[in-house]
């Protein structure tokens, strides 16, 4: 198939204006958009405290762009690194305490064991009650190791609970802040530092720049989508103003697999944008028209 300029009316209004769609022969307009435009909601309810970024920044994934109130999450996470810290402390202070008993009860269970063997060989060397001291004291410093032990299991636990409460209080906080989940241009801020803000609300739209699409349709008279599924094109975007067009080669990503009621297969092309003087070339809302190859 020779080369053909083919173009379709983009937007909804111009094409419930027309009955059909105009032979392949004929020029029409097709509008660049957006891939990506989103919106950075609130995730809990409170106030605004801080928007990071203004009108036409530009910013990344990830990126912090506004934070809500957290003052009780941050005295939350304040109480659980102090629990978690005592609870350490705790461990630290029953280990000792356990090393401690570990030997007096070796220390104890030696005395015991030369009283009695003395008492074997010399009846009577320790008295019925020096042997009952000795054995009560070894079985004292027995029952601190035990006691130590335990102490130690209930700080370990309170130290995990504690832990728990911290990471779940850096969670709140981090539920926050808000942040970009495209790179991106700040399109619109719709609310102002200190403004309450409900889960859902949508705080600011971020448009995604670095690439676009090119939306129109194709009249199914013309072309099968077979014709037109991964077909290379060129692209030729009407820039704003004076600049006049600008041209980029690239592939029809999608045709739909429904003819619409104009009688037409619908499709995209992506383009890839570019920078010139610091700002995007290409704009969502512009026009192009596209040459199938």
């Known amino acids: 198939m020779n080369p053909i300029l083919a173009t379709a009316v983009v937007s909804a209004s111009l094409l419930g204006q027309t009955s059909e769609l105009p032979r392949s022969n004929t020029a029409y307009v097709f509008e660049v958009r957006a891939i990506e435009e989103l919106d950075v909601p609130g995730t809990e309810a409170g106030v605004l405290t801080e928007i990071a970024v203004t009108e036409g920044d530009e910013v ?10 957290a003052t009780d999450a941050e005295l939350a996470k304040k109480g659980a690194l102090n629990s978690y810290n005592a609870a350490k402390n705790s461990i630290d202070e029953s ?9 007096a009860a070796g220390v104890s269970l030696a005395e015991y064991d030369k009283a009695r063997e ?8 320790f008295s019925d ?10 079985e004292r410093a027995v029952l601190q190791i035990q006691l130590a032990e335990s102490q130690t299991a209930v700080a370990t636990y309170q130290a995990k609970s504690s832990e728990s409460e911290f990471r779940r209080a850096e969670a709140q906080i981090e539920r926050r802040e808000l942040k970009s989940e495209v790179n991106g241009v700040v399109d619109k801020i719709h609310f102002d530092k200190g403004e309450w803000v409900m889960p859902q609300d949508k705080v600011m739209t971020i448009v995604r720049m670095d690439r676009l699409r090119v939306h129109g349709r194709f009249n199914s008279q013309d072309y099968s989508r077979s014709d037109l599924h991964r077909r290379p094109v060129e692209v030729v975007v009407t820039l704003a103003g004076s600049d006049g067009v600008a041209r980029v080669n690239g592939q029809i990503g999608y045709v739909s697999p429904k003819i619409d009621h104009l009688s037409a297969w619908q499709f995209w092309v992506e383009i890839e944008n570019k920078k010139e003087n610091g700002l995007w070339l290409f704009s969502p809302g512009m026009m192009a028209t596209v040459e199938l190859k």
Not at 95 to 103: G, L, N, P, T, W
């Open 118 to 125: 003395a008492n074997a060989e010399v009846p009577g060397a």
């Open 60 to 69: 990344t994934v990830g990126q912090l762009v506004a934070k809500t109130d």
């Open 95 to 103: 280990r000792i305490s356990r090393e401690a008993a570990d030997k």
């Open 129 to 138: 009650t020096e042997v009952k001291r000795l054995k009560l004291q070894w």
